[in-house]
């Protein structure tokens, strides 16, 4: 099985910060990589799909990059209500696997 | 405006059984492949089933694969979850969730839509 890790596990950062995200695959997946967003008490959202590109509606603070093994989630001015965890996802493989996550919280 | 609703969760003891239905709206359910998504309390996400469009392709993680399994009723515009053989590690909020793609194995699906969960605690 490909196994995703994300660093850091947690992060804390000021409204208004640049905030990177790493996720690493354990094998090549490609650029099937996506990244979502989750609230506490809430559902996740599809942020990124395909690694880079940036579902509907999902503010252009929000960017990713990356093809491989290694991958990036990028907001480029914190807002308040960024405040979540963030998990990658591969979709190279049938067995499907996320990330452990990162919880960006408020400094 | 896509909606989805799980139901059927619920307190269950170990060894028995529990159904999860998903409820679809908004967007041709018989299009799209659909998965379950689970969520252990204060852990992360993992990946339960998968089932493509005319249920032609199914999958599951090793860690339910002989004891759940994956059915949609596209006439009815639903997905379910039979669970069997529950564990106190299935203890979970378990996820609907609607793919990109007609076949559930296909490579670079995402995951564009999400229910609100039903939760499903396994204990004696």
């Known amino acids: 099985d490909i196994q995703m890790t994300q660093s850091p596990s947690s992060l804390s950062a000021s409204v208004g910060d640049r905030v990177t995200i790493t996720c690493r695959a354990s094998q090549s997946i490609s650029s099937y990589l996506n990244w979502y967003q989750q609230k506490p008490g809430k559902a996740p959202k599809l942020l990124i799909y395909?690694?880079?590109s940036l579902q509907s509606g999902v503010p252009s603070r929000f960017s990713g990059s990356g093809s491989g093994t290694d991958f990036t989630l990028t907001i480029s001015s914190l807002q308040p209500e960024d405040f979540a965890t963030y998990y990658c996802q591969q979709s190279y493989s049938t067995r499907f696997t996320f990330g452990p996550g990162t919880k960006v919280d408020i400094k | 405006e896509v909606q989805l609703v799980e139901s059927g969760g619920g307190l269950v003891q170990p060894g028995r059984s529990l159904r999860l239905s998903c409820a679809a709206s908004?967007?041709?359910?018989?299009?799209?492949?659909m998965h379950w998504v689970r969520q252990a309390p204060g852990k992360g996400l993992e990946w339960v089933s998968g089932i493509s469009w005319n249920s032609g392709s199914i999958g599951y993680a090793d860690s339910v694969k002989g004891r759940f399994t994956i059915s949609r009723d596209n006439a009815k515009n639903s997905l379910y979850l039979q669970m069997n053989s529950l564990r106190a590690e299935d203890t979970a909020l378990y996820y609907c969730a609607k793919a990109n793609t007609y076949y559930y194995d296909s490579s670079g699906y995402y995951l564009d839509y999400w229910g609100q969960g039903t939760l499903v605690t396994v204990s004696s």
């Open positions: 908004g967007f041709t359910f018989d299009d799209y492949a």
């Open positions: 395909a690694a880079s």
